[in-house]
C-alpha cells in the first residue's frame, strides 16, 4: 500500500499556453469515508467530487472559497464539497451506504450511483457583492466528464480532467486523486491533438498513484515539459465549533429554545460535513435563552 502525504501542484506547459493541476488526497477521502461511513461505492464518487473541488480551490486566491453540488438522479442523493484556496477541503453525502454491484469494466459503479440526470453546481465566494455561481447538466454521471463539461461551458476553459478512487477490500481508500488540464489560448491545432492523444493513452489515475508515481511524474506523461509553479498540502478542515452551533441555536429564538429546555433531555447538533456531534444540556440551553435577551415572561 503507497500512503504518502496529500499534496497538490499547479504548473504550465507549452510555453503558459496549457495550465496544470494533479492532486492527491488518499488521506483526505480515507477521514472523510471513516467520519462518514460511506460504503465503496459511495466513496469512489465523493472521492471524485472532493478531488476536483481541492484543485478547482487551487485555483481561487487569498480568502476565496467554492461549494460544489453534485446532485444526480443515483441512490447517493447529493454530494457536497467545499474547498478553499489554502488546501482546505470538507464535504458530505447525503445517502452514504449505497453499495451497488460493479459495472461492466469490473469497477466501482460511480455513474449509477451518481445518476445520469440532475445537475453540477458550483458556487463561488470571491469577496464581491454577489457569488458567481455556475450549473451544468451531469453528461455521464462518472464525474470525470462532468466537470470536464464544467469548464467547457461554465467557465469556457478546454479542459481535460481525470479522477480516480481505489477502495480497498476492507472499504478503507488505498489511493485517490486527479488531475485536471486546461487549454489556454494561442494553442495550435497540432498541439491540441497531440494532448488529447496523450490524455487517451494515459493510464487511470489510481494506477499511476498506486504504483508510487509523484505527481509530477503523472503530469509528464500528458505534458513532458511541464513546470511546477506551486505544490500545497491537501488536508480535511471543517470550520464548525461549539461557538457557531451556539450562534445557530441562539439563532432559532427563545420560543424554540424553550420547547426544546422543556423537554428535558440532551439536544444533539450534528455537523452535516464533519459529522461532529455536540451536545447541550438542558441547563445550557437555558444559558442560551438569556442570550436571546431577556427571558419571556410565563403566565
Known amino acids: 500500500m503507497n500512503k504518502k502525504k496529500d499534496r497538490l ?97 469490473g469497477k466501482l459503479d460511480v455513474r449509477g450511483a451518481v445518476g445520469t440526470e440532475g445537475f453540477i453546481n458550483v458556487t463561488k ?4 457583492k454577489e457569488p458567481y455561481r455556475g450549473s451544468v447538466p451531469l453528461i455521464s454521471g462518472e464525474l470525470g466528464e462532468d466537470f470536464t463539461y464544467y469548464f467547457a461551458v461554465s467557465e469556457q476553459t478546454p479542459s481535460a480532467v481525470g479522477l480516480g478512487v481505489l477502495v480497498d477490500v476492507d472499504n478503507s481508500v488505498i489511493v485517490a486523486g486527479g488531475f485536471i488540464i486546461q487549454l489556454l489560448p494561442g494553442l495550435k491545432d497540432e498541439e491540441i491533438d497531440e494532448i488529447e492523444r496523450a490524455v487517451g493513452q494515459l493510464p487511470p489515475v489510481t494506477s499511476l498513484l498506486d504504483q508510487g508515481l509523484e505527481l509530477e511524474e503523472m503530469l509528464r506523461w500528458i505534458l513532458p515539459d511541464v513546470q511546477v509553479l506551486e505544490e500545497m498540502d491537501i488536508v480535511f478542515s471543517c470550520s464548525c ?59
Do not use: W
Request: glycine share 10%; charged share 30%; proline share 4%.
Open 9 to 105: 501542484i499547479r504548473g504550465i506547459a507549452m510555453g503558459g499556453k496549457v495550465r496544470a493541476f494533479a492532486v492527491r488526497t488518499t488521506e483526505l477521502v480515507e477521514e472523510l469515508r471513516r467520519r462518514h461511513d460511506t460504503y465503496p461505492t459511495t466513496t469512489a464518487a465523493f472521492g471524485r467530487t472532493l478531488s476536483a473541488g481541492a484543485m478547482m480551490g487551487a485555483m481561487l486566491k487569498g480568502d476565496e472559497k467554492l461549494t460544489i453540488q453534485v446532485k444526480g438522479d443515483g441512490p447517493v442523493g447529493q454530494i457536497v464539497v467545499d474547498a478553499n484556496a489554502r488546501g482546505e477541503v470538507r464535504g458530505y453525502v447525503k445517502n452514504p451506504h449505497v453499495q451497488l454491484p460493479s459495472n461492466s469494466q
Open 125 to 128: 465566494d470571491l469577496g464581491l
Open 241 to 299: 465549533s461549539r461557538e457557531r452551533v451556539e450562534s445557530t441555536l441562539i439563532s432559532l429564538g427563545k420560543q424554540e429554545l424553550m420547547e426544546l429546555r422543556d423537554e428535558g433531555k440532551e439536544a444533539e447538533v450534528i455537523c452535516d460535513f464533519c459529522n461532529e456531534a455536540y451536545v447541550f444540556t438542558p441547563e445550557e440551553i437555558d444559558s442560551l435563552i438569556e442570550q436571546v435577551g431577556k427571558p419571556i415572561r410565563e403566565e
